[in-house]
């Protein structure tokens, strides 16, 4: 089985009846929706809130029951992928443009549980570019002191060519690329500080389950402070 689908799997197993469930976004995050549905449909009674359009519409035709957030009172767990996973579990996210709404959801939520392929564990973060959220109102000027952090900041485009990448919240993503972030905590704050910024890719302190598959088919769940 596929390393991601395989983590998925695991993870949608901590799920039990009457829990409020956080759904991710991405490659990953699809498996545990798919696996979550299949269960759904043998009788496992949930309600769930998507961190995206996609994963709401993916949701709702797997026949999972949505709730929004102006009718839930907690989630008592969310299953989400990642870009990047440390030893220490920071973890960084919004590779799939839906950071904002991922932060909300998780900081919202009991348990997080990350799943991700072993391609995501990382000895230091920084290598894949930081996604960061901003508003469009002077945007060439927010890029600029993103760029003061140390960073070539690369705003996101659609593949199409479409112009600037738009989240579901009507906002630009800056892709940060740092090469090594050294203090992800003081980097977080940094960059929440600057105006026009929404929010940043940095989940600090956040995950509370990582659960990794391998390509040797096996999947595990870590222990804080090991790989
Ligand atoms: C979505 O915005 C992201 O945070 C994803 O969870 C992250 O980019 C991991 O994506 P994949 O599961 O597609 O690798």
Same mark, same amino acid.
Request: some cysteine; charged content about 25%.
């Given at each position: ?22 759904l ?37 035709e ?15 767990l ?10 220490a ?11 904002l709404?991922?932060?909300i ?5 009991q ?9 995501k ?6 290598? %894949? ?5 901003? @508003?469009?109102? *002077?945007c060439?000027?927010?890029?600029? +002191?993103?760029? #003061?952090? /140390? ?8 593949s199409?060519?479409?112009?600037p990448y ?14 090594r972030?050294?203090?992800p ?16 890719g940095? %989940? ?5 389950? @990582?659960i990794v *598959?391998?390509?040797?088919g096996?999947? +595990?769940?870590? #222990?804080? /402070?090991?790989?």
């Amino acid at each position: 089985m596929e390393p991601k689908r395989a983590a998925a799997e695991q993870a949608a197993a901590y799920i039990s009846d009457g829990m409020v469930v956080g759904l991710g976004t991405g490659t990953t995050a699809y498996w545990a929706i798919q696996q979550i549905g299949k269960r759904v449909q043998e009788g496992l009674r949930i309600r769930a809130i998507a961190t995206s359009s996609h994963s709401e519409s993916l949701a709702r035709e797997l026949g999972i029951p949505m709730i929004s957030f102006s009718e839930l009172d907690r989630i008592d767990l969310t299953i989400d992928g990642a870009d990047e996973v440390d030893r220490a579990w920071h973890v960084t996210k919004g590779g799939g443009g839906a950071l904002l709404p991922e932060k909300i959801v998780a900081s919202a939520s009991q348990k997080l549980v990350i799943i991700v392929d072993e391609s995501k564990l990382v000895p230091q973060l920084g290598k %894949f570019p930081l996604p960061v959220e901003i @508003v469009k109102f *002077g945007c060439e000027w927010t890029l600029r +002191r993103l760029a #003061e952090l /140390g960073c070539t900041p690369t705003l996101r485009t659609f593949s199409s060519g479409d112009g600037p990448y738009m989240t579901d919240n009507g906002n630009y993503i800056a892709d940060c690329a740092f090469g090594r972030i050294d203090d992800p905590n003081a980097l977080h704050e940094r960059i929440n500080h600057i105006p026009g910024v929404v929010d940043n890719g940095l %989940f600090i302190g956040m995950a509370s389950h @990582v659960i990794v *598959g391998y390509r040797d088919g096996s999947v +595990r769940e870590l #222990e804080k /402070g090991t790989f």
